[in-house]
């Protein structure tokens, strides 16, 4: 079973930078594009920033333009999501997705859950002010 597994969490000062891993474990299988969507205590989940494996082109929400940084490395078939300059309001769970090819995947669906098709269990971003 293909499986997506993030890593980087934790708890962070405001204004630190950590990074967060998506990887990937069990069965191989193609990635076109990866997402980031966090969910915040009592609110709903929202897209963060999203990037297509061929060719890198990211997408990002403005909240978070100029202070994430999405990427990949196509040896490790791992995305990342570099984060600066966080404040208290980011904290949430954040979640890794993969469009494998089963869902359809046009240029405007980078921010909608539906266009994924595998998701990971969440790593914890606390930030604390």
């Known amino acids: 079973q293909a499986q997506l597994v993030e890593s980087g969490g934790g708890l962070v000062q405001a204004g630190g930078s950590p990074r967060l891993s998506c990887a990937t474990s069990?069965?191989?299988?193609?990635?076109?594009?990866r997402g980031w969507f966090r969910q915040a205590p009592g609110k709903e989940r929202e897209f963060v920033a999203a990037?297509?494996?061929?060719?890198?082109?990211?997408y990002y929400a403005e909240s978070v333009r100029g202070r994430f940084t999405i990427s990949r490395d196509n040896a490790k078939n791992t995305a990342y999501l570099q984060m600066n300059s966080l404040k208290p309001e980011d904290t949430a769970v954040y979640y890794c997705?993969?469009?494998?090819?089963?869902?359809?995947?046009?240029?405007?669906?980078?921010?909608?859950?539906?266009?994924?098709?595998?998701w990971g269990q969440g790593t914890q971003v606390t930030v604390s002010s």
């Open positions: 997705a993969v469009n494998a090819g089963l869902s359809a995947y046009n240029s405007g669906d980078y921010y909608r859950e539906r266009a994924y098709d595998y």
């Open positions: 069990g069965r191989t299988f193609s990635s076109y594009a």
């Open positions: 990037i297509r494996w061929s060719g890198g082109i990211t």
